[in-house]
């Protein structure tokens, strides 16, 4: 009795999980896959090959920008990791009581609006008439207004802005489990900062690195606010072009490829990543 009451529990306990998984990971991938491989060859005609994946090939203008978009992701994950570590090392290990969450919560408020909202502050700041080109005026560093907006380098703030806090929280929660002690003994040792950076920290910290580096890797190449609304109409984002296809052109044939195509390069990425840190799934992102 008690061991078909277990069973029943446990069912119990995993059918919400297995039905998220199957309703809306696994069926829509299914579909899209099967989608990306019908090509179209009269009104309501489809035969199954791979049309539309050559297209992609084929067209310059499509594969550029699937690079440019996984470069700048990349670029923008590397950027956060630079900014991210510092922040959290001094959060995590240089403050105490009541300072550290005050810092940690500073860190969440940006995050308690939508990102529609976030990226719209950043637009008033970085515009012609905005903040920074106004007060840079009102210095006399400049003579005339500045438009700081729809470039590569507005887009890459947005992203590296809006994925702060998912490289900062593993960070501390690994840099928190390190045992200040061990840092004492690097310096009493011979180490310098350096030294102890490399050997101790860096090692200790390296699940909540890979496991940020994996968060923000995936929300930045997936982002479309971001890139739309500082980069303009013309960044040249990849979901841009998904978007296009699915809702401009009507045309979920070659959408459903290019989103195989971006799942399968995040796929590439994030594994290429794990083997060069020497780390796996289990202990970064299922920690």
């Known amino acids: 009795m008690n061991s078909a009451q277990s069973r029943l529990s ?8 297995v039905l998220w998984l199957a309703l809306l990971i696994i069926i ?3 579909f899209m896959l099967l989608v990306s491989i019908s090509v179209k060859t009269g009104v309501r005609e489809y035969v199954t090959g791979l049309g539309n994946y050559m297209v992609f090939f084929t067209e310059p203008l499509y594969w550029n920008t699937f690079t440019r978009t996984a ?6 994950t590397l950027l956060t990791l630079l900014i991210g570590f510092p922040v959290a090392y001094y959060i995590a290990k240089l403050t105490r009581g009541r300072t550290k969450t005050t810092l940690f919560l500073m860190c969440l408020i940006p995050f308690w609006v939508s990102e529609l909202v976030r990226t719209f502050g950043w637009m008033i700041l970085l515009r012609e008439t905005g903040v920074f080109s106004s007060a840079l005026q009102y210095f006399g560093i400049v003579s005339e207004p500045i438009e700081f907006l729809y470039n590569d380098a507005a887009i890459m703030i947005g992203l590296v802005y809006t994925s702060m806090l998912f490289m900062v929280v593993p960070l501390v929660t690994t840099l928190d489990s390190l045992d200040d002690s061990l840092i004492e003994a690097g310096y009493d040792l011979g180490g310098n900062g350096i030294t102890v950076l490399r050997e101790i920290i860096i090692p200790h910290a390296m699940p909540g690195i890979v496991s940020g580096c994996i968060v923000v890797f995936m929300l930045s ?8 609304l500082l980069g303009g109409k013309d960044s040249l984002w990849f979901t841009g072009l998904i978007y296009d296809q699915f809702i401009t052109r009507f045309n979920w044939e070659l959408g459903s490829a290019f989103g195989f195509l971006l799942l399968i390069l995040s796929s590439t990425i994030v594994w290429a990543g794990l083997k060069l840190s020497g780390q796996s799934l289990t202990n970064t992102v299922g920690r």
């Open 221 to 228: 190449l997936g982002n479309y606010l971001t890139p739309i």
């Open 71 to 76: 470069f700048m992701s990349i670029s923008a």
């Open 28 to 30: 829509p991938h299914i």
């Open 10 to 17: 446990l069912l119990l306990l995993f059918t919400p999980f």
